[in-house]
């Protein structure tokens, strides 16, 4: 199958870093796509890492293992508006969509 | 620049009516899709659109239809909603290999 598994919730206080996984459970894929949700809104993009490695954009990072399946958002100096729900998405071979996950609820506690 | 904008933004609906979801963009992307989002579940794949006049099935597409005429506009239709059809609807666009814009969502409920 194509399912993707992640934390179903994470909490942290202000100023920490937290990190999310997101295991993908098949063999190669295509990329890997995090989206941030805040309750009520929509998703937005926040990063792709097409290739294996570490990709940096500001206080988050991404970071893909397609040999292991594996990749995580992690969220340095956390801040309250950080608090919302964050989806991992991969693009499955041969496919033309992404594969979202359950999504990982991040609490953040002053 | 509007990027997506989904219609309406909120709709009760009777069990057998039916509805049409409209999502128009403006960023000129080939790539169109229409996801719902369940508590617990993600957001799954109800059909999809590649380029203007085709569709494709989803994870997600028994009883609902699309229509993708022009290129900045993909439509959702109900065509005799059900309550398990009660849900978040969100379309999306992208380029073929970009991260997604999505639209404000839907929120339907059924009774």
């Known amino acids: 199958g194509q399912s993707l598994e992640q934390p179903s919730e994470v909490t942290a206080v202000e100023g920490a870093i937290v990190q999310i996984n997101c295991t993908y459970q098949?063999?190669?894929?295509?990329?890997l796509s995090w989206y941030q949700q805040h309750d009520g809104g929509a998703p937005t993009f926040l990063s792709y890492?097409?290739?294996?490695g570490l990709e940096e954009t500001g206080r988050f990072s991404s970071f893909l293992s397609r040999s292991d399946s594996y990749g995580y958002l992690l969220l340095q100096e956390l801040q309250m508006k950080d608090s919302a729900s964050y989806f991992c998405?991969?693009?499955?071979?041969?496919?033309?969509?992404?594969?979202f996950g359950p999504g990982t609820r991040l609490s953040v506690l002053p | 620049n509007a990027g997506v904008t989904q219609t309406p933004k909120f709709r009760v609906l009777k069990t057998g009516q039916s509805m049409t979801l409209l999502c128009a963009q403006d960023?000129?992307?080939?790539?169109m899709y229409w996801y719902r989002q369940d508590p617990g579940m993600g957001l799954r794949l109800i059909h999809y659109?590649?380029?203007?006049?085709?569709?494709a099935k989803g994870e997600v597409p028994d009883g609902y239809n699309v229509s993708r005429l022009k290129k900045q506009n993909f439509l959702l239709g109900l065509e005799s909603a059900a309550p398990s059809q009660t849900s978040v609807y969100f379309c999306?666009?992208?380029?073929?290999?970009?991260?997604?814009?999505f639209g404000s969502g839907t929120r339907l409920t059924v009774v």
């Open positions: 890492n097409a290739l294996d």
């Open positions: 098949t063999s190669g894929f295509y990329g």
């Open positions: 998405a991969v693009r499955p071979p041969k496919s033309q969509n992404f594969v």
């Open positions: 960023m000129n992307h080939e790539y």
């Open positions: 659109s590649v380029g203007e006049g085709t569709t």
């Open positions: 999306a666009s992208s380029l073929q290999t970009s991260g997604y814009t």
